[in-house]
T-cell receptor, first 115, second 111 residues
Framework: EAGVTQFPSHSVIEKGQTVTLRCDPI?????LYWYRRVMGKEIKFLLH????????ESGMPNNRFLAERTGGTYSTLKVQPAELEDSGVYFC?????????????FGPGTRLTVL | DAKTTQPTSMDCAEGRAANLPCNHS???????VYWYRQIHSQGPQYIIH???NNETNEMASLIITEDRKSSTLILPHATLRDTAVYYC????????????FGTGTSLTVIP
């Protein structure tokens, strides 16, 4: 069974440009999460999808970030325009169920560098 | 107000047991404690979880105190490949689906 995949693995862009990160969850997992670790800080939650609906987007830092999950399969996270402080590693995770007993499976992450 | 507190770093001799503590004194009564690890630049990897009873799987054992305010992850025979950052995780947020990672413990297994 394929795990969570993320594309690209690395992205280097200039400040002000746009970048789109993609996440493909494990097949059959309705729940999809985005997390990120910016330089020197902890891994922080960004948002949670249940199928195509945003269940919790309380961790999204500002309106430069837009997450979508059309059709309830893969998800994209767009940063527009990118700023220097957006540099970090963006992780995607998926789970079959939600709630207090649901293991989240993480992808390898996308390393974003904004110059 | 940290949801979990872990030592920043620990060393362990290869072949010995690694005991990684975590304080989660504000955990609610029906919340599980999860342990994940992150090896170098990979994504976090699930290890084990528990509610109140001690748990064991092929990777590790989890000891949870009776008051559930702390737990200890035990790697019974640490190998060099166990060198990683270990996270004790509880759920937070209104919907309870956010993983709170905290700072984690950087474990170095020494030959």
């Amino acid at each position: 069974e394929a795990g969570v995949t993320q594309f690209p693995s690395h992205s280097v862009i200039e400040k002000g440009q746009t970048v789109t990160l993609r996440c493909d969850p494990i097949s059959g997992h309705d729940n999809l999460y985005w997390y990120r670790r910016v330089m020197g800080k902890e891994i922080k939650f960004l948002l949670h999808f249940v199928k195509e609906s945003k269940q919790d987007e309380s961790g999204m830092p500002n309106n430069r970030f837009l997450a979508e999950r059309t059709g309830g399969t893969y998800s994209t996270l767009k940063v527009q325009p990118a700023e220097l402080e957006d540099s970090g590693v963006y992780f995607c995770a998926s789970s079959q169920a939600s709630g207090r007993l649901s293991e989240q499976f993480f992808g390898p992450g996308t390393r974003l560098t904004v110059l | 107000d940290a949801k979990t507190t872990q030592p920043t770093s620990m060393d362990c001799a290869e072949g010995r047991a690694a005991n990684l503590p975590c304080n989660h004194s504000t955990i609610s009564g029906n919340e599980y404690v999860y342990w994940y690890r992150q090896i170098h630049s990979q994504g976090p990897q699930y290890i084990i979880h528990g509610l109140k009873n001690n748990e064991t799987n092929e990777m590790a054992s989890l000891i949870i105190t009776e008051d559930r305010k702390s737990s200890t992850l035990i790697l019974p025979h640490a190998t060099l490949r166990d060198t990683a950052v270990y996270y004790c995780i509880v759920r937070v947020g209104e919907t309870g689906n956010q993983f709170y990672f905290g700072t984690g413990t950087s474990l170095t297994v020494i030959p």
